[in-house]
């Protein structure tokens, strides 16, 4: 069997969500010793274990909790009395989720695009900048920031869309910033936006309800213009109103 502390290596390279749990105490007659150690994925999957039975289970359940809440917690269980486990010993158990990096895709290497990406590169966020345009996404030479030159169709059905991805839209043509949007907002993501003026936004929303290509529930949900209203002026600005905007749907903070 794979050690451990390989497989987690693993996962966090390949940047996925799980849980550690691990038994740092116990007393009585116990399923396993102090020390052992489980992984927990978000489907429920396993790997290695704290001893089978109802305590693995509910140790499990636990650890869904906590990569929801994203909160660690140590927890005691006492097997006779919680789990009518014949045992009838007890088990500190200390889980840690242990959640995969916020990806950022930027659809539009132009001005506030390479702006967006600099400033989100100061935070947490494993970026993407994407465009059909190689000379422009040259122009963006920070490290730690990923550039895909490939036709925007051409990209979107090779990446990763879950509850951590935060998505912009804001490249040279209103064309394509829709054809981005219409396969967007049917993908799980925490952030949609794109950029544009009112008249655009207000257009954009009637030619998808039309077309059928999203309910005016969906199109809610997508913040749009996007950014928040700082009055910004040049690429710089309107970049730091759209980082504004992402950090506090990633801290669940309402803007006044």
Known sequence: ???????????????????????????????????????????????????????????????????????????HYDLLKQLEMSCGGSMDVYIEPVMSRNKLYIFGAGHTGSALAKRAAEFDFDITVIDDRKDYLDEIHQPGINKIHRAYSEVMPGLLFNENTYITVMTYSHGCDREILAYCIHKPSAYLGMMGSHRKVELTKKMFIEDGLATSAQLEKVDMPMGIEIGADGPEEIAISIIAKIISVKNKTAIQ
């Open 1 to 75: 069997m794979n050690d451990i502390f390989q497989i987690i290596a693993e996962e966090r390279s390949c940047n996925r969500s799980f849980a550690i749990c691990i038994a740092v105490s116990t007393k009585g007659s116990v399923p396993r010793a102090p020390g052992a150690k489980m992984l927990v994925y978000p489907d429920g999957k396993i790997f290695g274990t704290i001893g089978g039975g109802r305590i693995e289970k509910r140790v499990i359940e636990d650890a869904l909790t906590a990569l929801k809440t994203n909160e660690p917690a140590l927890l």
